[in-house]
């Protein structure tokens, strides 16, 4: 089972920016397609967009323009960069592998002044 380890969350005020990252495990990263999601307090987890194997991402549109999606399958590692942030955007963001039950444990983003 592929192991997922998300970092780089934390407090930033409205209009800044994070890069979240997520580091796996195993040799069938490079073949699968990510997703990051997100959960905001109180709510459902949602969609925040995906990057199939060979680097095509699509995004939500309520993060499109904002946020990009990007991968290194030579580190085994997804990110997704965040501009713009608004604090609607706060929440717990999990990376997920696609097609299987493998969920990282999901960081905090917190958007506030």
């Known amino acids: 089972q592929v192991q997922l380890v998300e970092s780089g969350g934390g407090l930033v005020q409205p209009g800044g920016s994070l890069r979240l990252s997520c580091a796996a495990s195993g040799s069938i990263f490079s073949t699968r397609a990510m997703g990051w999601y997100r959960q905001a307090p109180g709510k459902q987890r949602e969609l925040v967009g995906t990057?199939?194997?060979?680097?095509?991402?699509i995004l939500v549109d309520s993060v499109k323009g904002r946020f990009t999606i990007s991968r290194n399958n030579a580190k085994n590692a997804v990110y997704l960069e965040m501009n713009s942030l608004k604090p609607e955007d706060t929440g717990v963001y999990y990376c997920?592998?696609?097609?299987?039950?493998?969920w990282g444990q999901g960081i905090q983003v917190t958007v506030s002044s």
């Open positions: 990057i199939t194997n060979t680097g095509i991402a």
């Open positions: 997920k592998l696609l097609g299987s039950a493998s």
